[in-house]
C-alpha cells in the first residue's frame, strides 16, 4: 500500500496504488513505480504481460486488470504515472540534453530519456553510491560520450523526474494523514487569570462542563493532527562556502507563512558572513529543510556554469543597515533559472542594474547592439539582458528577503 498525504497526492501526477480500487487506462502508456523503487515502462496491456505474465490478472476483453491483478500490483508496486500531455507539459521546463545538466554530482536520480526509439526510464539502481554512472547506456547520456562520439549520442533530451514536483517520486513514500481527533478545551478568565478548567473528547461533555460556571468558554484543538504535522513551511538556508565547493557551515531560519516565496537561491559575500548561498524552499521542518538544501546545493554546483551563470554576480548594496561591506547577488528561481529583480526608483532601477552588470554579461555586449547611452529605458535593459544570457524578470510583489 503506498502512503501519501491528500495535498502532495494534488500536486502530483503519480496514482499510489492503495487499498482503494483502481482503474488503469492502458491505451496510454505509463511508468511504474516497483516495491523497491525501481522504474519501467509499460506500452500497452500487452506490454503488462511482460512483467505480470500469468492469464488470471487480465480481463482481456475489457483490455483492464482483473481484482487478482489489482491485487498483484498492491504486492508488486507502489504506483504509476501516465506519460501523456499533463506529463510532458510538466516536464517542459526540465529538459537537458545531457545527464550533466539535469544531475548532481553524488545524485542517484531518477531519469526520463527520450532518444530516436522513444522514452525509457532510468532509475538510481543505474548508479553507483558515489553517483557515477553504472549501467551501460548510462555513460552514454554524458556530454563526454557525445562529444568524442556524436554519430552514437541519439538522446534528444533527459528529465530529472525528482526536480519537477508533479513527477516526483516523493508521493508514494510519504506518511498518510488520519482524520485529526477535536480536542474541547474549557476555558474561563483572560489576560493573567485565562486558565484551562477542563479538557474534552466528547462535545456534550464539554458543554454540560461549562455551564456549571458563568464564564466559561469553549475552545476547539485538534490532537494529534497529522495535516499540521506534514505541513510545509517556508525556509532560508545558508551555506557558508568562502573560497571553496565545500558547505563549511549551515544554517535554517524560518520565514513568516504570509511572504509570497518560491523556490530560489541567491548569492551573497561579505563581512561576517563569507560567501555563501542562500535557498528558499518549502519543508516539513528545519532537518528535512537542511538536507534539501544541501541536495540543492551539490546539484546546483553541477550545472551552474550552464544554468546559472549570473548567479555568483554581486554589487554592493546601498543603503546596507549593518557593520561591514555587503555584496548581493540576484535572487533566481532554483526550477527556471531566471533572475528576479525588484525595481525600486529611490535605490536601484533597472538601468542602475544594467550598467552595473553590462561589463559580466554571459555573451558580451558588441557595437552591433547599437546602444543609445544617453537614452537608456527598462524595456531597453531588460532586453539587452536577456538577448545576451541573462534571463531576468523585474517583479513587485517579491518578499522581503528576496530584496
Not at 552514454?140 to 562520439?149: E, I, Q, S, T
Not at 563581512?271 to 529543510?289: N, P, Q, T, V, W
Request: hydrophobic fraction near 35%; charge should be negative.
Amino acid at each position: 500500500m503506498s502512503l501519501y498525504t491528500k495535498e502532495e497526492k494534488k500536486k502530483s501526477l503519480w496514482h499510489p496504488i492503495t487499498d482503494e480500487d483502481f482503474t488503469i487506462d492502458f491505451s496510454k502508456p505509463f511508468i511504474v513505480c516497483c516495491d523497491d523503487a525501481s522504474l519501467f515502462i509499460v506500452k500497452d496491456l500487452a506490454d503488462m504481460f511482460y512483467y505480470l505474465d500469468e492469464d488470471r490478472f487480465y480481463d482481456v476483453k475489457a483490455q483492464t486488470l482483473s481484482e487478482e491483478g489489482k491485487d498483484a500490483f498492491r504486492e508488486f508496486y507502489y504506483g504509476y504515472m501516465y506519460i501523456d500531455d499533463e506529463f510532458y507539459k510538466a516536464i517542459d521546463w526540465a529538459k537537458g540534453q545531457y545527464l550533466e545538466d539535469v544531475k548532481g554530482e553524488r545524485e542517484r536520480p531518477e531519469l526520463f530519456v527520450m532518444d530516436e526509439i522513444g522514452p525509457k526510464v532510468i532509475d538510481h539502481f543505474d548508479f553507483y553510491p558515489n553517483g557515477d554512472p553504472a549501467y551501460e547506456g548510462t555513460p552514454k547520456l554524458c556530454r563526454d560520450f557525445a562529444v568524442d562520439h556524436p554519430e552514437l549520442h541519439k538522446v534528444e533530451y533527459i528529465v530529472n523526474l525528482n526536480w519537477v514536483p508533479a513527477t516526483s517520486l516523493n508521493t508514494l513514500f510519504v506518511a498518510p494523514t488520519d482524520k485529526p481527533k477535536t480536542a474541547y478545551v474549557v476555558t474561563s478568565g483572560e489576560y493573567s487569570d485565562y486558565r484551562v478548567d477542563g479538557v474534552f473528547s466528547d462535545k456534550e461533555k464539554a458543554d454540560s462542563f461549562a455551564k456549571k460556571a458563568e464564564d466559561r468558554t469553549i475552545e476547539k484543538y485538534n490532537i494529534d493532527d497529522e495535516e499540521q504535522l506534514r505541513k510545509e513551511y517556508w525556509y532560508e538556508i545558508s551555506i557558508r562556502i568562502d573560497n571553496s565547493s565545500k558547505a563549511k557551515n549551515v544554517s535554517v531560519n524560518d520565514l513568516s507563512q504570509s511572504g509570497q516565496y518560491f523556490d530560489a537561491v541567491r548569492f551573497r559575500s561579505g563581512e561576517g558572513i563569507g560567501s555563501c548561498f542562500y535557498f528558499y524552499l518549502k519543508a516539513i521542518d528545519r532537518d528535512k529543510a537542511k538536507a534539501i538544501a544541501l541536495e540543492r546545493f551539490h546539484a546546483l554546483l553541477a550545472v551552474e556554469s550552464s544554468h546559472f551563470p549570473m548567479l555568483r554576480w554581486t554589487r554592493d548594496i546601498s543603503p546596507h543597515y549593518g557593520p561591514g561591506d555587503l555584496q548581493e547577488g540576484l535572487v533566481f528561481g532554483y526550477f527556471d533559472y531566471k533572475a528576479y529583480f525588484y525595481s525600486d526608483y529611490r535605490e536601484e532601477k533597472i538601468q542602475d542594474l544594467f550598467m552595473k552588470i553590462k561589463d559580466s554579461l554571459p555573451i558580451p555586449l558588441t557595437e552591433e547592439d547599437k546602444i543609445d547611452w544617453q537614452n537608456l529605458t527598462e524595456d531597453a535593459c531588460l532586453q539587452l539582458m536577456n538577448n545576451h544570457g541573462l534571463k531576468i524578470e523585474p517583479r513587485k510583489d517579491l518578499p522581503l528577503e528576496f530584496i
